[in-house]
């Protein structure tokens, strides 16, 4: 109960800028934390003792001094501009009260096996979804594939499938000029919150589309992507079969791997045997156990499957005959299930050696 209900206060801190003020200014009291954020003073007490309290802040209660730690400033703190961008679990703590918010709607989904959209959960979670320190990590585990940074730097078109707020497109956007990137998503909420991005950034080289608003704005039916990249949403899809074979027939064909060497890529820590840059799917997806045993055995399988049960499997069981994957439901043998009856001609799943929480999947035409 008391790491429950300190979450609320996280969530609270973090949007006032609570966190930010209390390391911008050292040991402090309540007036002067207040004074800094813009808000009320009583409230701040309040919030400075709970979380105290429950050792998540420093304080001098003689004094009536309130600092964070090193250790704590690290968890409750996003990198700023200029430093260095490292992952926090502030994310997961912040949509903690969106989602429990939603107890009465879940207990229905239990009664009629159906689930529910994002979007009904509001924007709260696709504002705690964009975090720079994960796109950084993913462009960065992309690049390491051999010769697509040189591609991405030349030029080509890459496709974004469940795009959400845009944290990947913008990134890659940013960071790659010469290409040209479109985002798809069916959430309008999500798509508001990209374009808006977008324009803050002054990017000119993506465009963003729902395709559930028509035909032209989904994936092409004729080949067209370079690359195709998804980010934490096939776990999320109702149809994933159906998604991964229009994002097959949307691609480009590999012409760059000779016959020889289009075997099943082996899973070696090394490189993609014969992979020179060609068209792919990159996925990065949570990282997960073929069996139940080993899955129940992982260090964060409790939070994940807390925020399955919350949010994931609702998407996934959110239209009719929906796959419900759930949150660390994209392991190894069902990706490569997927992937042959998609179409894929080769599919890998790469070694993950820092134990990261995602893992990412290799999928080539």
């Known amino acids: 109960m008391k790491g429950a209900l300190a979450c609320l206060s996280i969530s609270i801190g973090h949007k006032l800028g609570l966190f930010q003020q209390l390391a911008a200014q050292g040991p402090c009291s309540t007036a002067a934390l207040a004074a ?24 001098d209660a003689q004094a009536a001094q309130f600092w964070l730690s090193e250790g704590q400033r690290a968890v409750l703190v996003e990198a700023g501009p200029g430093e260095q961008a490292r992952a926090t679990p502030l994310e997961m703590v912040c949509m903690l009260p969106t989602v429990l918010g939603k107890s009465a709607q879940h207990v229905a989904c239990f009664q009629s096996g159906s689930g ?36 991405l730097t030349e030029g080509i078109k890459v496709a974004d499938v469940g795009c959400g707020s845009g944290e990947i497109l913008l990134h890659l956007a940013a960071s790659f000029p010469a290409s040209t990137f479109v985002g798809y998503d069916t959430s309008p909420q999500a798509l508001g919150l990209a374009e808006l991005r977008a324009l803050e950034q002054g990017l000119q080289n993506l465009t963003l589309l729902n395709p559930s608003e028509g035909a032209e704005s989904r994936l092409p039916c004729q080949p067209t992507y370079h690359l195709v990249v998804m980010q934490d949403s096939l776990h999320d899809m109702a149809h994933p079969q159906t998604i991964l074979e229009a994002i097959r027939q949307s691609m480009l064909d590999d012409s760059s791997t000779s016959s020889s060497s289009r075997g099943p890529l082996q899973r070696q ?32 399988a409790a939070l994940m499957l807390g925020y399955s049960m919350g949010l994931c499997l609702g998407s996934g069981l959110s239209e009719p005959g929906g796959a419900g994957l759930g949150t660390l439901g994209l392991t190894e043998a069902v990706a490569r299930k997927l992937s042959a009856a998609a179409g894929f001609s080769r599919y890998r799943l790469l070694d993950n050696p820092s134990g990261d929480v995602n893992c990412y999947h290799v999928f080539c035409p």
């Open 36 to 59: 800094a954020a813009g808000v009320t003073e009583r409230w701040v007490r309040e919030w400075c003792h709970q979380l105290a309290a429950a050792r998540f802040i420093s304080c």
């Open 116 to 151: 529910l959209t994002f979007d009904e959960f509001g924007t709260e979670h696709m504002l705690h979804s964009h975090r720079h320190a994960k796109a950084v990590q993913f462009v960065k585990k992309l690049c390491e594939l051999p010769g697509l940074q040189q591609k």
């Open 269 to 300: 820590a090394d490189a993609l045997d014969g992979y020179s840059g060609g068209p792919l799917l990159f996925v990065s997806d949570k990282a997960a156990c073929d069996d139940v045993a080993s899955t129940l055995q992982m260090p964060a």
